[in-house]
């Protein structure tokens, strides 16, 4: 979907009036421009023409975003939506799919269902477009940021070097992958341990592919605690745990190699900036506090055999006491949590070595 799809682009661009770009880069954000790498919990309607089961461009998905469904795998907006917001962007970051012309300098979200580090991730559902094919797109929209600088190769890159990048993968790589050996071959091949590694591996040659591109200020988002989510709760045993331990200490082997691959590429890589955001430390308070009190049942009616809401039928009505909105994703109220301690630390293991609002600062 890279290329032959995007050539029309180029006439959108070459007739877009150059002030509208002067303009945008004297306004308000904190930085000119915010992209977007992940999976559902950022996918803004990627998606929507692919053909696969994760897809979700029906009601009651997005039934407290501003229009209705747009293949947001939440009720509201998304971290990244939300995050955007913070750093002052007063529009939301468009999908690739749909993205036009200029639009393109304020940032691009690639972010697909489904997605994973590794290519293989989430077959078994349909179409996606994996962290390789993402950065293939995003290779495909710096050409053109090019463009639109007149062919300037040294403008687009202190351009693009003064952008924040999100990246945010891994879920899938265990959830549709690792955890579902029916399907895929890799808990057979490589230990817990042995199977994080390589995803660290093949996530550090992908982060520095990013930064070859031009990304100087790269955040990476840690996974959460993928055993207590209800999709795993109702098909594991959790032997009197709240959640299913094996998959978080699965989980947690992958999370703690983050911070020592952002020493490695912050010392490998010297002017640029990574970070890690702790999504264990900044989903771990005390949601009850926060009047979250539905901590393992989704608030949609979701399906069996999915786990994605049921088209048309009426979700929960009080969306802000539960944490959960289908049995995989968060709703909206956790994204809010999690994209302003993401932004703005709350507690030292929220972000490490500093949050977005300083990375932005930079
Ligand atoms: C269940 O928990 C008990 C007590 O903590 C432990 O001895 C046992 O090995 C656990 N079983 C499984 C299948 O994890
Ligand atoms: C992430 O947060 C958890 C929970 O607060 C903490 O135990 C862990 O040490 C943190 N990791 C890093 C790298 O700061
Ligand atoms: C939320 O609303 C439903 C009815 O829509 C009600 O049954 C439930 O008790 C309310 N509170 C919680 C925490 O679910």
């Not at 002030?19 to 998606?47: A, K, M, T």
């Not at 580090?117 to 996606?128: F, P, Q």
């Not at 990013?210 to 709760?233: D, F, M, N, V």
């Not at 264990?280 to 055999?305: E, K």
């Amino acid at each position: 979907m890279a290329c032959g799809v995007k050539i029309w682009y180029l006439m959108s661009i070459m007739l877009s009036p150059l002030l509208n770009f002067r303009s945008f880069v004297h306004g308000e954000p904190q930085v000119p421009c915010y992209f977007i790498f992940g999976d559902s919990l950022v996918d803004n309607g990627n998606n929507n023409a692919l053909v696969t089961l994760a897809n979700v461009n029906f009601s009651p998905y997005g039934i407290d975003f501003p229009v209705g469904p747009t293949g947001r795998f939440t009720n509201g907006r998304t971290q990244a939506d939300i995050i955007g917001e913070l750093l002052g962007f007063d529009s939301f970051i468009p999908p690739f799919a749909t993205t036009i012309g200029s639009d393109i300098l304020k940032g691009v979200n690639y972010a697909s269902g489904g997605a994973g580090i590794r290519s293989e991730t989430a077959k078994a559902l349909g179409g996606r477009i994996s962290l390789k094919m993402q950065l293939i797109n995003h290779k495909v929209i710096v050409s053109l940021i090019e463009l639109l600088l007149l062919g300037n190769k040294a403008a687009a890159k202190d351009y693009l070097s003064k952008c924040i990048y999100s990246v945010g993968l891994g879920s899938n790589d265990y959830l549709n992958n690792y955890l579902q050996p029916q399907f895929y071959s890799t808990s057979r091949k490589y230990t817990p341990d042995q199977y994080a590694a390589i995803l660290i591996q093949q996530y550090s040659f992908k982060l520095r592919s990013l930064y070859k591109h031009g990304a100087r200020k790269i955040a990476i988002h840690g996974l959460g605690q993928i055993g207590c989510i209800p999709a795993e709760l109702a098909t594991h045993a959790t032997n009197g745990s709240a959640c299913v331990d094996t998959i978080n200490n699965a989980v947690q082997l992958f999370d703690k190699r983050l911070k020592p691959l952002v020493d490695d590429l912050n010392k490998d890589l010297h002017d640029a900036k990574f970070i890690y955001i702790n999504t264990t430390s900044i989903t771990s308070g005390n949601l009850l506090d926060l009047g979250i009190i539905v901590l393992n049942t989704p608030c949609c009616q979701v399906s069996t055999i999915t786990g994605i809401c049921i088209p048309g039928q009426a979700p929960c009505s009080n969306r802000t006491e539960y944490a959960f909105w289908d049995s995989f994703h968060p709703t909206e109220i956790i994204n809010l949590i999690s994209a302003r301690r993401a932004y703005n630390a709350l507690l030292p293991t929220d972000t490490y070595p500093i949050d977005i609002r300083h990375l932005a600062k930079l």
